[in-house]
């Protein structure tokens, strides 16, 4: 008996990795503050349960496989305070945004076909690519560039005769890069001259600062046919565990295939999408005070890591991650240090290696991405230890 070459080639999720070592470092009573998973602390808000309470059937019955009405009806209007027009019709609601980016791929890509994805990138991308026969081909950026990739010149290199499309996450996992509509528009041209699709991973829409404008691919009628938006309500709405997201799209063949996966996975959790619907429905008031509660902790981090001497970082404009380079010779061996070594105050810090963002081999050993989903308080603590941590380990 053997496995598919397929799933031997795929990877555990470097985020979780070391989750094992700070797990003993905890068994042996250090404390520690985890930098290292995207998953939010704030109030799922309670019109979710609301929701799901008020529901009133006899049976758990499956649900359309392109999602509850309802559930489509709300984003639909979701999009309209953005002046994007997405119908019923042009709405698929998946399990997460994770699902809606592995029916993507399964419909876009023959097997070897490119996708192009600047790095360093969201590591699941590597598993939804390999599911669909496909290739990551990256766009490399840098730290000391802000990980900046909306340049025609660097997105053309990596054009061969197999690519398929170029996928963009805005507001980015793990930079926190947010593009401009500008941007986005030359990203098109890009696609548009070599007919590539555009896959818009925009989970963290509304997580842009400094007074940024939301942006989104969706707001470019000149793409519209080929513009693939991801959405879902795991960080938007703190529901990570909800598992809901979609596919909202224009092209009507690729929904209408798209819709033959859809089909063959039957639907989405029927009584998450209902809760979902009331979460779609909330006030702008809710964005803006999440916002100001992740622009405020963006704020700390930053200004904690610049007390560190040898940090390379530009302050990210969006989602809540930040990812920098460490005056260290290797992170994940700094890591290692961290949970098995070091502590202050019986204390200790984890954070995610970027190694593992990086397609490129040997890229990211020196950067490290930080989720600022604790509070301000917290997170300060966990970058300070970040700073006493790397004294002491360069000072063995
Ligand atoms: C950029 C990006 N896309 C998609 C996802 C998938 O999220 P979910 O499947 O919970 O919607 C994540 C989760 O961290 C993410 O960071």
Avoid at 19 to 34: L, S, T
Avoid at 223 to 238: A, C, G, P, T, Y
Avoid at 328 to 334: A, G, I, L, S
């Amino acid at each position: 008996m053997n496995l598919s070459s397929k799933v031997l080639s795929m990877q555990h999720s470097p985020i979780r990795k070391f989750n094992p070592i700070a797990q003993k470092a905890k068994d042996a009573g250090k404390k520690v503050y985890h930098l290292n998973i995207g998953q939010p602390d704030i109030e799922t808000p309670p019109c979710f349960m609301e929701a799901i309470r008020g529901f009133d059937e006899n049976v758990i019955a499956y649900a359309e496989s392109g999602g509850v009405t309802l559930l489509q009806d709300a984003i639909s209007d979701y999009f309209k305070q953005y002046n994007m027009e997405f119908g019923r019709d042009n709405i698929i609601i998946t399990n997460g945004g994770s699902e809606a980016l592995s029916m993507i791929f399964i419909s876009l890509l023959n097997p070897g076909d490119e996708v192009l994805i600047p790095e360093p990138f969201y590591t699941n991308y590597h598993t939804f690519a390999t599911m669909a026969d496909g290739v990551v081909v990256p766009i490399t950026t840098t730290p000391e560039e802000g990980y900046h990739y909306a340049d025609a010149q660097k997105i053309e290199a990596a054009i061969t005769p197999k690519t398929k499309a170029i996928c963009c996450i805005s507001p980015g996992n793990p930079t926190g890069n947010v593009l401009t509509l500008d941007e986005m528009k030359l990203i098109g041209q890009v696609a548009k001259k070599h007919d590539l699709w555009i896959i818009a991973d925009e989970v963290y829409r509304e997580f842009a600062y400094d007074n940024r404008e939301v942006t989104s691919f969706g707001m470019l009628k000149e793409l519209e046919d080929r513009v693939i938006l991801v959405d879902s309500v795991s960080k938007r709405f703190s529901a990570c565990g909800a598992r809901i997201g979609c596919i909202a799209a224009k092209n009507k063949e690729l929904l209408d295939n798209l819709m033959k996966i859809a089909q063959g996975r039957l639907c989405s959790p029927t009584v998450e999408q209902i809760g979902a619907a009331a979460l779609y429905k909330l006030p702008k008031s809710y964005y803006d005070e999440v916002r100001a509660e992740y622009e405020g902790r963006r704020d700390v981090v930053y200004e904690e890591l610049m007390k560190i001497p040898g940090v390379v970082c530009r302050k990210p404009g969006g989602a809540f991650y930040l990812t920098a380079k460490l005056p260290v010779d290797d992170v994940e061996n700094f890591l290692m240090f961290l949970l098995t070594e070091f502590e202050d105050k019986g204390e200790t810090v984890m954070f995610a290696p970027a190694e593992g963002f990086y397609a490129t081999p040997g890229l990211g050993r020196e950067e490290m991405r930080i989720a600022y989903v604790l509070n301000k308080k917290d997170m300060a603590r966990g970058v300070e230890l970040i700073r006493l941590g790397i004294e002491a380990y360069n000072n063995r």
